[in-house]
């Protein structure tokens, strides 16, 4: 039996197939690299790479076709928000089509346990409710966060009328190893370990900080997002459930830099520029959903970026 992880050369799928691997899993990845890299993969006969286009309806039959896949991870996205403003219907064909067909062939399979769909605290807009339950107000503003919320109403729904074992999670702002910076919409900490990398090597480079820096986000490693995706994926109770994924914890944008340029020893010069077109001022995760079954965060923000930076 195999486990399917789509998108799984991406920053969080690369994650979880290198857990999956080392639970002795036999891993399918189907990714078409136009984010990830092969190179992030684990070296093990135990994974199987398909170069692929999760949003082509054959390509996906036949992947059912070929392998029994027991469960099934969907991390595979036009993960840009603002690559989904530029071009929302490219998204929509990956974004919601791809799921959809990834869906029909999960119903099919009756050897399958479990369906997880990666969704994004991005449904919840700007809505101003804190800290975001699963019923705080959904609010989509972008075609990213509305192709995000069909797919996990579609995934839920599954459940509900064909009894397809599914579950969704909402992924707040996810950091660690791999992510990649080259955007200016890259994670914010991944743009700061790059500025930071560049300071340390004697390039000089500032950190734009938009906005008074005073906004919140809540941070979550990477390695908690994989146990908890673990723990969804196996757990009872989370048959046709949506979970949040974060810490709990809110932590104001400009803490973050000064906790992490502190443990990284580097001087780093602060631009203030102004916030963001659209940029959410407050939100964090209510995580008692996950709480309940079993998850609880490993990793404080000040250990998980010290993970991150000893790596680099
Ligand atoms: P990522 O871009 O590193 O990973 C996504 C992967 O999907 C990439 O490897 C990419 O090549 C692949 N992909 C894109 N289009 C594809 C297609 N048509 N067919 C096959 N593969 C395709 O991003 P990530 O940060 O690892 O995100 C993983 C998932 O989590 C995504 O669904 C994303 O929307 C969601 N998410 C991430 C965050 C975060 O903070 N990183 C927050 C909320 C939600
Ligand atoms: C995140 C998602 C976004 C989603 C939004 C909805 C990521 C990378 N982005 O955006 O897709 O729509 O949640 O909840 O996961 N910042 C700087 N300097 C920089 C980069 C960012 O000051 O160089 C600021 C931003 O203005 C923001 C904060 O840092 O206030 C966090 O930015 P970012 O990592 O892009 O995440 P979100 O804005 O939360």
Do not use: C
């Not at 459940?159 to 599914?166: D, K």
């Amino acid at each position: 039996m195999y486990t399917l992880v789509t998108g799984g050369a991406g920053f969080i799928g690369s994650h979880l197939v290198k857990a999956l691997i080392n639970s002795n899993r036999k891993v399918v990845v189907l990714d078409d690299l136009s984010m990830g890299n092969v190179e992030n993969l684990p070296k093990s006969e135990n994974v199987t790479f398909i170069e692929g286009d999760l949003g082509n309806k054959t390509t996906v039959q036949e992947l059912f076709k070929t392998y029994d896949f027991e469960k099934v991870f969907h991390l595979g996205a036009v993960a840009s928000v603002a690559a989904s403003v530029e071009n929302p219907l490219k998204t929509h064909q990956t974004n919601l089509e791809g799921s959809l067909y990834l869906l029909e062939e999960a119903k099919k399979n009756k050897n399958l346990k479990r369906f997880v769909f990666a969704s994004s605290a991005a449904v919840y807009g700007d809505e101003p409710t804190l800290p975001k339950t699963e019923n705080s107000p959904i609010q989509p503003l972008t075609p990213y966060a509305i192709d995000k919320f069909a797919s996990e109403r579609y995934a839920l729904s599954y459940y509900q009328l064909y009894g397809t074992p599914t579950a969704a999670v909402r992924f707040f702002n996810v950091y660690g190893i791999n992510q990649n910076p080259s955007s200016p919409y890259s994670g914010v900490i991944s743009i700061l370990t790059d500025r930071l990398l560049s300071n340390k090597k004697g390039i000089e480079k500032t950190f734009t900080v938009f906005g008074d820096g005073e906004q919140t986000r809540d941070f979550v490693y990477v390695d908690d997002v994989v146990k908890a995706l673990l723990l969804v994926s196996e757990s009872e109770d989370a048959l046709g459930r949506v979970f949040n994924v974060g810490t709990g914890q809110p932590v104001k944008l400009i803490d973050m830099i000064n906790i992490y340029k502190k443990l990284s020893g580097v001087n780093l010069p602060l631009a203030f520029e102004k916030q963001r077109e659209g940029d959410i001022r407050e939100s964090y995760a209510d995580i008692n959903a996950l709480r309940s079954i079993d998850f609880e965060p490993s990793y404080t923000l000040e250990e998980g970026l010290n993970v991150y930076w000893k790596h680099e």
